[in-house]
């Protein structure tokens, strides 16, 4: 199969936006291929997925329900995340666009590089959304924002069909006007002073924009990050001297957490703090940001 040339490719980008949407997506855009070639290090650009690519299709999906915010930590800890949602409209319109424009499309694989590591992806769907112009770092650890979703969990698609590019967002919603207030009154914005770990740090400009921004990636993922949890505790258990060390290494009340996890599937298994975000006047109060919000706003419309 090849590149189908006769294709209306402005009729097809919108038939493509027009699927996700449906699909439920909240915002979708397509990423310049040239720039994200040029920015994302070698073995982890879209040609090092799809040779021929010539279009990145990035959507996103919204993040937790209002009600979320409130629930305490451990709570929130079982809920997981709104991102295989985005992964199964992703990997629809990977068949859509096959099946219409008879072009090849992929489902752009969020998962690790089995070479570098759990922590380092195959791709980032992070920076096809924000050249996609569908989301913009925030302080928080690089968390993408939305200025009308606030949150969003995001997925991509790699086709050989040629669409055209849009821009990146020309204004960064963070911070918000309360959060400059707050870094102005104390030297930190919510993120950064409610994060449990203290991962966050960073520095707003004069003209209330982001100048600076530190994100102690390790300090997080030691708290929230279970990639390495199980087989650490396995690892405790088999140097364990005598029995009862052994017992109490496998059923640690933490370490039960982790048992019970994997028994029910849970969502919830892995990279679980939401703190940043709960406090974040964007991903909380967003106009769009949860499904109150779009209901209201659409009974309005």
């Not at 937790?64 to 991102?83: D, I, L």
């Not at 769907?125 to 995001?154: N, T």
């Not at 390790?218 to 140097?239: D, G, H, I, R, T």
């Not at 990279?271 to 974040?280: D, I, K, N, S």
Request: net charge negative.
């Amino acid at each position: 199969m090849t590149g189908n040339n006769s294709v209306d490719a402005k009729e097809a980008k919108q038939a493509i936006l027009d699927y996700c949407l449906r699909k439920g997506a909240l915002a979708v855009g397509v990423a310049d291929v040239d720039a994200l070639e040029r920015i994302a290090p070698a073995g982890h650009r879209p040609s090092d997925i799809m040779p021929k690519v010539k279009s990145v299709i990035s959507i996103g999906v919204g993040g937790q329900t209002q009600g979320a915010w409130s629930v305490p930590a451990k709570a929130m800890g079982y809920f997981g995340s709104t991102e295989s949602r985005a992964y199964t409209i992703a990997y629809g319109a990977a068949f859509f666009i096959e099946g219409r424009y008879q072009t090849p499309a992929i489902y752009c694989p969020p998962d690790m590089d089995n070479e570098k590591g759990p922590r380092v992806p195959l791709q980032s769907l992070k920076l096809h959304a924000e050249v996609a112009g569908i989301g913009a770092r925030s302080l928080a650890g690089d968390i993408l924002l939305h200025p009308d979703f606030g949150y969003m969990y995001f997925a991509s698609i790699f086709t050989e069909l040629a669409l055209a590019p849009d821009q990146p967002m020309a204004e960064n919603p963070c911070p918000a006007p309360s959060c400059v207030s707050m870094y102005r009154s104390i030297g930190r914005t919510p993120c950064q002073k409610f994060c449990p770990v203290q991962c966050l740090s960073g520095h707003i400009d004069e003209d209330g924009r982001q100048a600076e921004m530190h994100y102690d990636m390790a300090a997080c993922a030691e708290m929230s990050q279970q990639y390495e949890a199980v087989p650490a505790v396995l690892a405790k258990a088999m140097a364990a001297e005598d029995t009862q060390s052994r017992e109490d290494a496998l059923f640690d009340p933490d370490n039960k957490m982790l048992w019970y996890k994997m028994s029910v599937g849970s969502g919830g298994l892995l990279a679980q703090c939401f703190e940043c975000m709960r406090v974040c006047p964007i991903a909380t109060q967003s106009p769009l940001a949860d499904p109150i919000r779009r209901a209201k706003a659409k009974s309005e419309a």
